[in-house]
């Protein structure tokens, strides 16, 4: 599986993003797999944001609830994270991941989020 991760740039605190993630390759595993988003800041350690499971069910970082959100589009193969209401803390390189049931993870090349307050 490949993940093409885009969207990202930018932004002043209080705007908006919405960040992409296309999967090619062995599509059909990725449809059985979750896909989720990680970030990772300048020093950190990369953590997670968000998940969609291939039923659609979600879950969120507490630092991200009521502000982002996950979607999918199975037609596409792709899923999306809108954020809103961004603040500083928010900075980040921005990956997306294919989470099998079994087997590791895929990992897309990351996109920048930059927001300035």
């Known amino acids: 599986v490949q993940l093409q991760a885009s969207g990202g740039g930018l932004v002043q605190a209080g705007g908006s993003l919405r960040l992409s993630c296309a999967a090619s390759g062995n599509i059909a595993r990725a449809r059985n797999s979750a896909m989720a988003w990680y970030r990772q800041a300048p020093g950190e350690q990369r953590e997670f944001v968000a998940r969609r499971n291939s039923d659609g069910w979600t879950i969120y970082a507490d630092s991200v609830k009521g502000r982002f959100t996950i979607s999918g589009d199975n037609a596409k193969n792709t899923v999306y994270l809108q954020m809103n209401s961004l603040k500083p803390e928010d900075t980040a390189v921005y990956y997306c991941?294919?989470?099998?049931?079994?087997?590791?993870?895929?990992w897309g090349q990351g996109t920048q989020v930059t927001v300035s307050s």
């Open positions: 991941a294919v989470v099998p049931s079994t087997g590791p993870p895929y």
